[in-house]
């Protein structure tokens, strides 16, 4: 059965899951968890026609899934509905379902006509609008890194690296890009290779990477950076349950292990003029001036853009020598030592690979940084300085991050608020705060190992 009151597309996509029953509705907050509610197939239309109604507080909920009062969504406002509507184009099939389902995405309203401004899909929506303004338009793909764990801890409650299904010994050696891995893990790449061509998500590559149980998938590039993010935010959720169906955990933490890598998202962005052309187009012998002047802009706002590009206090374990993070704003050639690297690539497909961020980062919210920081230093025309060529944690100076540092700089960014909004500005800044204070009303086991006894 089909509905004049879905779009064509939509309502295609629909027919073609024969019995759905169940429908995901998917509204990702600033976090990017997917939240939202589960409604039967005879509810859908209704959804079209009015939408749902859902709290406002969504959106600016804690990584434990509490309200934040300080963000003014909560009690303030009575903890007020918001109605969220479908966004054409994303309703797609759920394959790893045991029954017939279907998810779409969701947009919030903000109560006086228009959408709401803190949603990180909207933060992104108005930074292209600016380069639309302009006549440009980014291309964006996302890399996402993680880990394919055990679903259960250990005795001490740590995480713990999956037991191989073909070996039936559990995985502690690194075999970068070890093509073995990937068959000994072919069950769950085919099965995540299957959801993705179900959902229409991009995905091309799957690698093994740099620690026992991590991989990555790569999605293609998209000349429409919204549908990029939509790409990843879902492809985070094929992964998960597919993992989940196999006995696994699929893990996107930055940092689960503190003797193995790291998981990041890289982001990769060339803008095109309005012809059609790549305004970043050149060789690492004749740098295209254009790029130099984006590298900059990305160099000038990383300070501001950190906490999008790490969140959450594990984030900062990520940042450490000699695991392929950058640890400055260097940039160079073909070079994965360095936080905006320019690929290897033939001149017209020159494109730059923002390494910074973690595999927990909100793919909205960093695409809207880069592109942001790319867009500011176009106008500004900066001076990136010489590129790094070799080891640049020889070279440069590493910089010590931490979290409650971030969280100031951001609450204090003039980048932040002219980028992305006042609104936004203060929510998430009262997020990403509340979520630090209560991180440390915590005692740790380490806590009690160096002081119990000996203080």
């Not at 903000?110 to 108005?126: H, I, M, Q």
Request: hydrophobic fraction near 40%; aromatic fraction near 8%; include cysteine.
């Amino acid at each position: 059965m089909t509905s004049d009151l879905l779009p064509d597309d939509d309502a295609a996509e629909l027919q073609q899951i024969a019995g759905c029953e169940m429908i995901d509705l998917l509204l990702p907050d600033m976090n990017g968890l997917l939240r939202g509610k589960r409604i039967t197939r005879d509810a859908l239309e209704k959804i079209y026609a009015s939408g749902v109604c859902l709290p406002m507080s969504l959106i600016a909920t804690d990584i434990t899934g509490n309200t934040v009062e300080e963000s003014g969504l909560g009690y303030d406002i009575g903890d007020e509905d918001r109605i969220c509507r479908p966004i054409p184009g994303t309703l797609k099939v759920v394959p790893w379902q045991r029954r017939p389902m279907a998810q779409v995405l969701l947009t919030m309203e903000d109560g006086k006509g228009g959408l709401f401004a803190a949603n990180p899909r909207e933060v992104l929506k108005r930074v292209l609008d600016r380069y639309a303004a302009k006549g440009l338009t980014p291309v964006v793909a996302v890399e996402l890194e993680f880990y394919l764990l055990d679903q259960g801890l250990d005795e001490a409650g740590q995480p713990r690296t999956s037991i191989n299904p073909v070996t039936g010994t559990r995985n502690t050696s690194t075999q970068v890009y070890y093509m073995e891995d990937l068959n000994d893990y072919q069950q769950f790449t085919d099965a995540v290779t299957e959801a993705c061509r179900a959902q229409h998500i991009p995905a091309d590559t799957a690698v093994a990477e740099y620690a026992p149980g991590q991989f990555e998938i790569n999605l293609k590039h998209r000349k429409d950076a919204l549908l990029a993010c939509d790409d990843a935010i879902l492809l985070k959720r094929a992964i998960k349950a597919t993992a989940g169906n196999d006995g696994l955990l699929a893990s996107f933490m930055a940092k689960p292990f503190v003797g193995q890598a790291g998981s990041g998202t890289h982001i990769h962005v060339s803008v095109l003029d309005k012809n059609g052309d790549n305004i970043f187009a050149g060789t690492p012998e004749q740098p295209n001036d254009n790029l130099r002047h984006g590298i900059a802009g990305l160099q000038a706002s990383s300070k501001d853009c950190m906490l999008m590009f790490a969140p959450h206090a594990n984030s900062y374990r990520r940042f450490v020598l000699n695991a392929f993070v950058p640890l400055n704003d260097c940039w160079g050639f073909n070079n994965r030592t360095v936080a905006m690297r320019v690929p290897h690539s033939d001149p017209e497909n020159t494109r730059i690979e923002h390494r910074i961020a973690g595999a927990d980062a909100n793919p909205y919210l960093v695409t809207a940084a880069v592109l942001a920081g790319i867009l500011e230093g176009l106008e500004s025309k900066g001076d990136p300085g010489p590129p790094i060529v070799g080891n640049a944690y020889e070279q440069t100076e590493a910089r010590t991050l931490f979290w409650r540092d971030t969280i100031n700089d951001f609450m204090a960014s003039a980048f932040i608020a002219r980028n992305f909004g006042a609104e936004f500005h203060h929510i998430y800044g009262q997020l990403k705060l509340k979520e630090m204070r209560s991180f440390y009303t915590e005692v740790t086991s380490l806590e009690v190992a160096w002081y119990l006894r000996q203080v």
